[in-house]
């Protein structure tokens, strides 16, 4: 009952003035009131500052500079691999693509052409193929890394809803990933063919930045706004950062069919981070 009405209040909810005030506050450079708030959210999401290049909390000016702290190059060993996870947080879920449709909860679908902003040609590419969602929490390092090397070819913004993306909205709010705000990077790999990350928003999430845009959002338009990059040789490493949340949510992964090591009891990302592998499957 009480993950119904979580649920059901979302619907109510004014989420996106909500984001919008969020946004500013994490902006905003209020001193002691900053450093305040900083310390509660660490001790309430135990917050592991050891990690971080710079310890000292008073130290970071807004709620954003904290967010997106950068972390010691030791912190995220990169395994040897030909896939590594992008982001700290967890895979809540992985699979193969069953034709177009990817597995969000128990009895919830959206389909890759909805989630990659209505281009059908795109998501032609991932018929059959594997995706990943990868959720981050509270307490995770928010910038997002190359999970192999890759070119990039397209972005996409993608106006939506701003619905919480954790895992009881996920059960319970249909297509969550496919109607929530989102960001499509689309890239290609020599080795691994086509991939797809999708930067999606949530509630309280402020904005999304990449490396070779900046700040995507806000502005938050009400049409679908493209990039194409093409012309541009713009090519990012193995591990490289490529984006970051101001503000956490998740990454949702398209690759391409016969493209994964796939084995159907363990997943063939390795962890950037330190921490326990969760895999669920559909």
């Not at 895979?91 to 959206?110: C, L, M, N, P, R």
């Not at 700040?215 to 541009?232: D, G, K």
């Not at 990454?251 to 063939?268: C, D, E, G, T």
């Amino acid at each position: 009952m009480n993950n119904r009405f979580s649920v059901l209040t979302q619907y109510i909810l004014p989420k996106q003035a909500l984001t919008i005030l969020a946004g500013k506050f994490a902006h905003l450079q209020a001193g002691s009131l900053t450093t305040t708030v900083i310390t509660w959210f660490v001790k309430r999401y135990k917050v592991n500052m050891l990690e971080a290049v710079d310890p000292n909390i008073g130290s970071y000016k807004s709620f954003n500079e904290f967010f997106t702290r950068p972390i010691k190059k030791d912190a995220r060993p990169i395994a040897q691999a030909d896939f590594i996870c992008p982001v700290d947080g967890a895979i809540s879920q992985f699979g193969a693509v069953e034709t177009d449709q990817i597995f969000q909860a128990k009895g919830h679908y959206y389909s890759t052409t909805a989630l990659l902003g209505g281009d059908h040609q795109a998501a032609k590419q991932f018929e059959h193929g594997h995706f990943a969602c990868l959720y981050l929490s509270p307490k995770d390092y928010h910038r997002i890394h190359m999970p192999c090397a890759g070119t990039l070819k397209k972005m996409t913004y993608v106006p939506g809803d701003l619905f919480s993306v954790n895992p009881v909205t996920a059960q319970g709010v249909p297509g969550l990933f496919a109607r929530n705000e989102r960001v499509v990077c689309e890239f290609h790999s020599e080795q691994h063919g086509e991939f797809v990350m999708v930067l999606v928003g949530a509630t309280i999430v402020g904005s999304m930045e990449t490396v070779w845009h900046g700040l995507v959002n806000p502005p938050r338009t009400p049409n679908i706004r493209i990039w194409t990059y093409e012309q541009h040789n713009i090519h990012l490493a193995q591990g490289e950062e490529m984006g970051r949340f101001l503000l956490g949510s998740t990454v949702v992964m398209l690759f391409q069919q016969n493209r994964l090591k796939f084995n159907p009891i363990w997943n063939p990302f390795k962890w950037v981070q330190l921490g326990e592998e969760m895999a669920n499957k559909p």
